[in-house]
């Protein structure tokens, strides 16, 4: 199903150049709270954000929006995707919505919609949003006593700071651990440093000056090296790395070596098996979980529950299978436990706790399997489905002829942005990259 606003985690584009400009965002707000008007009750939705420029602009069209069908609007401020989600249940909301981008570069934006059981919504529900935005939303205007308010909710940060440190073990302190955290001057810029702080870290913050236009820049999950640079000149124990909206996280060792999702997805099964947490026989991945995670946890008689690239997919597959662990590679870390999206201070928290409980240093405690060699490109494309093109198909085709049975290729569009993923694992590196290479050349030569 084609689809004219909605990506595969909400409305995502370019500010003012694609499918987000305030008119559609207000629209977007108009007729989500359409949809979530039900009863008699005087209807809820929080909103959160990030701290892009862009925030402001789309958020005031958000509160007209909800306003105008009758909505009462709560307005947190800047904070992580997944507080949102949690406050959407803990204030009985009707719906949430998070302005975020994500990873992305600041002059991006986008609209995650949660419903109210902090669940990201269904495809289903989105082409009902869609439809009610181009269908006209004039005769769902709230008349007189009925139009929304709004209001800030102050101390929404402080609820999220006590929501996150009840998932760490009440028995176990920080006390000791030098902890480099990098906020990525986004949304966690605040309440991150001061979960492990009250926790009883030695913290070292970076990423924490957002100006409207630095979010992700050469920071944060998707850019690594500034902060295992910062833990080895603070000779610091561990690193931790969040990207915009904190949903996602990436760590490292003492030494400035990365533990990326599948390793954090490791560590967790492991400990929670041992402890006779773990639900479902083993955790769910992505079509991207590299094989080598497949290997270990086979070593553990756990599986690994492939999904289809992205959190909501996840999700699914985890209700599906019974599982409370699941995870993408970028390092979206979902423990159902806790919450109903990906967190990514929950999920350092419990990798914290395993360090704390065994006294070990991450690169002993944390490196549980040595990955396949595994290669990612992405290319960008203006237009059209360079995928569909005899070349393209013919350069993939070759690739999984070359690498064979022990290998994979796996070739598809983000849902975030206009760039095409080009992922090949195999037990050669040089081979490895060799095909994707090709594969790539040929998109490029398409795209072009």
């Not at 009750?41 to 959160?48: D, Q, S, W, Y």
Request: net charge neutral.
């Amino acid at each position: 199903m084609t689809r004219k606003y909605f990506g595969t985690d909400g409305i995502r584009g370019r500010t003012n150049a694609s499918v987000l400009t305030p008119e559609i965002a207000m629209k977007a707000g108009m007729a989500a709270g359409r949809i979530f008007t039900r009863g008699d009750h005087r209807h809820r939705v929080v909103i959160g954000k990030d701290t892009r420029l862009s925030g402001y602009m789309l958020e005031s069209a958000l509160v007209s929006g909800f306003t105008a069908v009758g909505m009462d609007v709560f307005q947190f401020g800047p904070l992580p995707t997944p507080a949102v989600a949690m406050l959407t249940r803990s204030l009985r909301a009707d719906l949430g919505v998070m302005i975020t981008a994500s990873h992305n570069p600041y002059g991006d934006n986008g609209l995650k919609f949660f419903g109210p059981d902090g669940q990201k919504l269904s495809d289903a529900v989105e082409a009902e949003i869609e439809t009610l935005m181009d269908a006209g939303l004039e005769a769902g205007l709230a008349q007189g006593s009925a139009i929304g308010r709004a209001k800030r909710i102050d101390d929404s940060q402080a609820r999220y700071i006590e929501f996150v440190k009840r998932t760490f073990p009440r028995n176990l302190r920080l006390d000791g651990l030098r902890i480099v955290i990098d906020c990525a001057n986004g949304a966690a810029y605040k309440v991150a440093p001061d979960v492990l702080w009250e926790l009883g870290a030695d913290v070292v913050a970076m990423g924490v000056s957002p100006n409207g236009l630095n979010i992700n820049l050469d920071c944060g999950s998707t850019a690594t090296s500034a902060m295992c640079a910062k833990v080895r000149e603070m000779r610091a124990d561990f690193g931790i790395a969040l990207d915009g909206d904190a949903d996602r996280v990436v760590m490292s060792d003492e030494h400035g070596h990365i533990l990326d999702g599948d390793q954090i997805l490791a560590l967790i099964a492991k400990c929670w098996s041992r402890n006779q947490a773990l639900t479902g026989g083993g955790v769910v991945g992505t079509v991207m979980s590299n094989a080598g995670l497949d290997r270990y946890l086979k070593g553990l008689n756990l599986k690994l529950a492939r999904a289809a690239v992205g959190d909501r997919y996840v999700l699914e597959e985890m209700a599906k299978g019974g599982f409370n662990v699941g995870g993408e590679q970028s390092g979206h870390i979902i423990l159902s436990d806790f919450s109903t999206t990906g967190d990514g201070m929950i999920a350092a928290l419990q990798v914290l706790a395993v360090l704390a409980q065994e006294g070990k240093p991450a690169s002993e405690a944390a490196h549980l399997f040595e990955p396949l060699p595994q290669v990612l490109e992405n290319v960008r494309f203006k237009k059209g489905s360079p995928l569909d093109d005899a070349k393209v198909k013919s350069s993939i085709d070759e690739a999984r002829a070359r690498l064979g049975a022990n290998g994979r290729v796996l070739v598809r569009k983000s849902g975030t942005e206009p760039l095409i993923r080009v992922m090949a694992e195999g037990e050669d590196e040089k081979t490895v990259r060799a095909v994707v290479r090709a594969i790539a050349g040929a998109i490029e030569e398409v795209a072009a």
